[in-house]
Antibody, heavy 123, light 111 residues
Framework: EVQLVESGGGLVKPGGSLRLSCAASGFTFSPHNLNWVRQAPGKGLEWVASISSTTSYIYYADSVKGRFTISRDNAENSLYLQMNSLRAEDTAVYYC????????????????WGQGTLVTVSS | QSVLTQPPSVSGAPGQRVTISCSGSSSNIGAGYDVHWYQQLPGTAPKLLLYANYHRPSGVPDRISGSKSGTSASLAITGLQAEDEAVYYCQSYDRSLSGHVFGTGTKVTVL
């Protein structure tokens, strides 16, 4: 089965750090550009970060730039999001989402989504 | 904050047609970037509904359609069914923000 499975969410205090992981299975991972998208409780979708298939291109939303780092390991079929200096407004369900293979990183669409992992930032 | 504006809600009786608008600007939809649409059922992850303005992925029925003109796009659902009750989001690229942008989301209610 083609799927993405996120893990690593949880409760963290303001100023703390968390590392999210996304494991891919059922498809060849390496040609796909990958993304993190989040959704605060009861709110809409917000793009967080994107990384190209070879890691040559990385982009961040202004709201997380300088605090979050996206990375991937094609050998392990995994995507990561290192989140530092967390704030209450970072509380959300974080989804990893894949573009179709070889589709443009910036103008592409989210072909496959994970089920999401909840990050709660609270003291 | 979202740079693509959608109506908060639309509703229709079973069998009717509803449309959802997605209004952008000259830095995203108006710049020629494609618009994509997602459906989010309650408590689940979003699912791709339309890509590149009007293309349907495998498994999406042809009563779902999309169009784009100028700085706006729209999604139409004909023959409305109870299973269509969900929140719908448009998405594009914004060259001023150098990133992906989503619409504000529209809740579809089947009366």
């Amino acid at each position: 089965e083609v799927q993405l499975v996120e893990s690593g969410g949880g409760l963290v205090k303001p100023g703390g750090s968390l590392r999210l992981s996304c494991a891919a299975s059922g498809f060849t991972f390496s040609p796909h550009n990958l993304n993190w998208v989040r959704q605060a409780p009861g709110k809409g979708l917000e793009w967080v970060a994107s990384i190209s298939s070879t890691t040559s291109y990385i982009y961040y939303a202004d709201s997380v730039k300088g605090r979050f780092t996206i990375s991937r390991d094609n050998a392990e079929n995994s995507l990561y999001l290192q989140m530092n200096s967390l704030r209450a407004e970072d509380t959300a369900v974080y989804y990893c989402a894949s573009h179709p293979p070889s589709y443009d990183l910036l103008t592409g669409f989210y072909w496959l989504w994970g089920q999401g992992t909840l990050v709660t930032v609270s003291s | 904050q979202s740079v693509l504006t959608q109506p908060p809600s639309v509703s229709g009786a079973p069998g009717q047609r509803v449309t959802i608008s997605c209004s952008g600007s000259s830095s995203n939809i108006g710049a020629g970037y494609d618009v994509h649409w997602y459906q989010q059922l309650p408590g689940t992850a979003p699912k791709l509904l339309l890509y590149a303005n009007y293309h349907r992925p495998s498994g999406v029925p042809d009563r779902i359609s999309g169009s784009k003109s100028g700085t706006s796009a729209s999604l139409a659902i004909t023959g409305l069914q109870a299973e269509d009750e969900a929140v719908y989001y448009c998405q594009s690229y914004d060259r001023s923000l150098s990133g992906h942008v989503f619409g504000t989301g529209t809740k579809v209610t089947v009366l």
